[in-house]
């Protein structure tokens, strides 16, 4: 990780040197593989690594378990969730684009950037990756294991760690939950652009339709008027019209798709985040409690023993027992304060990828504002065209008009 001289806890990284730390794109196989159990492929391309590699769903699975094995006490996102039957298009795109936000997280997570695992999902390009990747994890151990700082984790931690700790839980909660209500109003937006587009084009097919129909009419009923004839060429053509209109509102629902995907970036880090600080506390926390429990019932045994006089042997392995819970919990004491070394330098990864929602909001107002802009110009250029439906000067329409008809005099 890159880290000033000094406190090794602080981190000095800004957002774009984690984008550019790599690129990864995850596209979809056309073609389902297997003989009788179909199964979806994706090809992973790699930016940093310059590779480009076919991967399994379950090929994530295993990456997944391996950085979790590896690096518990960090922000692993997690993965898309598998569905064994049924699966649709829509749900394997959206698991393709899940699974593009998870590795570009981890391929820009610093502990995660420089270790093996990653550049062996990301280039290994042999028939079974997944044998690779247990193999490599193979009698390594955690981070906790091969950090050089583990022992000393403590000295860097504040003494308020603790509250700390609380605090920014709940602020990075809050942030969450907002976060999540602006995603759900933009996914509603972009639905509500993907149905505006088709309705207009719909609108347009109607009208050439009835631009486009043959049924004759008697001349008493048109008393010699090429009014209708005159309507229906002009509404044969509007379709063309109301198509462009349709496909700048199908292009500003494919802008906003991409807002929703920057805003489901950020939610996949905090939710990360979210179950980082559970792990920390039913894990090492609670695996620490349990550590001091046994010691004190192990203590207690002995106490008992050596009132009511017990064999020599039986007071030795009670004494051998005890000392070797006494290193266990020495051993938890440290994980703890490793785990909060390494939740403290995640919250501040957090903080460091804050800046990425303006950018989002930014991306947000620009689709808005060219969105509308190109559906003014079509809807102005529009206009002139529909003069020669009306027969009242500047092409308003000059039947009289009452408040019975629903309609204004403007």
Same mark, same amino acid.
């Given at each position: ?186 996914? +509603?937006?972009?639905? +509500? ?126 004494? /051998? ?54 559906? /003014? ?34």
């Amino acid at each position: 990780m890159q880290m000033p001289p000094g406190n090794p806890l602080l981190l000095s990284l800004t957002l774009q040197e984690l984008l550019a730390r790599d690129a990864v794109q995850v596209e979809l196989i056309p073609e389902k593989k297997g003989l009788f159990l179909k199964h979806v492929e994706y090809e992973v391309s790699s930016q940093r690594f310059k590779s480009c590699v076919y991967r399994r769903y379950n090929d994530f699975v295993v990456f997944h378990e391996m950085l979790l094995q590896k690096f518990p006490y960090r922000m692993v996102p997690a993965l898309p969730p598998k569905r064994m039957l049924g699966a649709d298009r829509e749900f394997i795109e959206a698991r393709r684009r899940a699974l593009k936000r998870f590795i570009n997280l981890v391929a820009r997570h610093p502990p995660f950037s420089e270790d093996v695992v990653l550049k062996l999902f990301l280039s290994f390009s042999g028939p079974d990756v997944q044998s690779k990747l247990k193999e490599s994890a193979q009698c390594v151990g955690d981070e906790f294991v091969n950090c050089q700082l583990a022992a000393r984790a403590k000295d860097f931690l504040p003494a308020d760690i603790q509250t700390q700790f609380a605090i920014s839980r709940e602020l990075i909660r809050n942030i969450y939950n907002s976060f999540h209500k602006l995603r759900d109003r933009a996914e +509603r937006m972009v639905s +509500r652009a993907i149905d505006n587009a088709a309705d207009l084009l719909i609108f347009g097919k109607e009208l050439s339709a009835l631009g486009s129909d043959t049924t004759p009419l008697p001349s008493w009923a048109t008393l010699n008027s090429s009014t209708w004839g005159s309507l229906k060429q002009a509404l044969k053509g509007l379709s063309v019209e109301f198509a462009l209109l349709a496909d700048k509102a199908a292009q500003q629902g494919e802008q906003e798709n991409g807002v929703v995907e920057g805003l489901n970036l950020f939610l996949d880090l905090l939710q990360s985040h979210q179950d980082l600080c559970e792990r920390h506390e039913k894990g090492v926390l609670h695996k620490h409690q349990r550590a001091l429990h046994k010691h004190s019932l192990l203590k207690r045994q002995m106490m008992s023993a050596a009132v009511q006089n017990r064999e020599p042997e039986s007071v030795e392995q009670l004494e /051998s027992r005890i000392v070797e819970q006494e290193n266990v919990i020495q051993t938890m004491e440290l994980r703890k304060h490793f785990s909060l070394y390494c939740l403290h330098q995640e919250t501040q990864l957090v903080h460091v990828y804050l800046p990425l929602t303006s950018h989002i909001l930014g991306a947000f107002v620009s689709s808005q504002i060219q969105g509308h802009k190109e559906m /003014s110009k079509v809807w102005n250029d529009l206009q002139p065209k529909l003069q020669c439906l009306f027969g009242g000067p500047h092409g308003t329409p000059s039947l009289p008009r009452s408040p019975q008809d629903g309609l204004s005099s403007h």
